[in-house]
């Protein structure tokens, strides 16, 4: 298993990866082509350090990938390039994660991490990612490589789009549209719809 980063978000999914997934330290291994410092906690662990290196290992060992790092522009482009090179992106979920048993769907490479509550009727599209103790609730779509980050209410039957970012401690109450590309900022309580491409922020969220 690749994990793409070796910053902070990196670091977060590590601990699924290695203490619920149970992976050895030699099954899992990091990509990082930019940072030239890494803390000392890399240094049992192998980073590759480009993408011919990335090639090499699919062919050699497995192709499962997951994204370590936030913004939803560069999960996306690292995503791609990875699957370019056939690699299969890959979900990890968090065994302290609760996931509701009827009609709920999770697309793949979709990360959902400790504390996170998706209901019944919820879908989810490519690479989500769902932060600590994030609640999605029922009847909600949500868009390819769309970000939640941690402390988000999403409430029911709100659609989300694709590329959406919607900052720590947000609300989303119900039957709010929000459109692709969206920035929803940090402890912003939207009231109502959200244009493509339109940054929110405040309570009630307003467009700036």
């Known amino acids: 298993m ?13 601990e699924i990866v290695s203490c619920e997934m149970k992976l050895k330290d030699n099954e899992t291994v990091f990509f990082d082509n930019i940072n030239s410092y890494r803390s000392d906690l ?7 350090k480009n993408l011919e290196e990335v090639s090499a290992y699919f062919k050699n060992h497995n192709a499962h990938f997951t994204l ?13 390039t990875f699957l370019s090179l056939g690699g299969t992106l890959t979900s990890i979920i ?26 019944n009727e919820v879908s ?14 029922h009847d909600t779509k949500i868009g390819d490589f769309s970000e939640i980050a941690p402390n988000v209410s999403i409430t029911g039957r709100c659609s989300i789009g694709k590329n959406v970012f919607i ?33 929110v922020v405040g309570n009630p969220a307003r467009i700036i």
């Not at 401690?169 to 929000?178: E, Q």
């Open 68 to 80: 370590g790092l936030g913004g939803v522009i560069n999960r996306r482009k690292m995503a791609d």
């Open 42 to 48: 890399y240094s049992r662990f192998q980073v590759l």
């Open 2 to 14: 690749i994990i793409i980063g070796t910053k902070g978000m990196a670091k977060e999914v590590l």
């Open 94 to 119: 968090s065994n302290f994660a609760k996931i509701g048993s009827f009609n709920t769907h999770i697309g793949d490479g979709c990360q959902l991490m400790q504390g996170v509550i998706i209901t």
């Open 124 to 137: 989810l599209g490519k690479g989500v990612l769902v932060n600590i103790n994030s609640t999605i609730s």
């Open 167 to 199: 900052g720590s401690n947000a609300t989303i109450l119900p039957d709010v549209t929000i459109g692709d590309n969206a920035i929803i900022g940090a402890g912003a309580v939207v009231l109502s719809n959200v244009p493509s491409n339109k940054t």
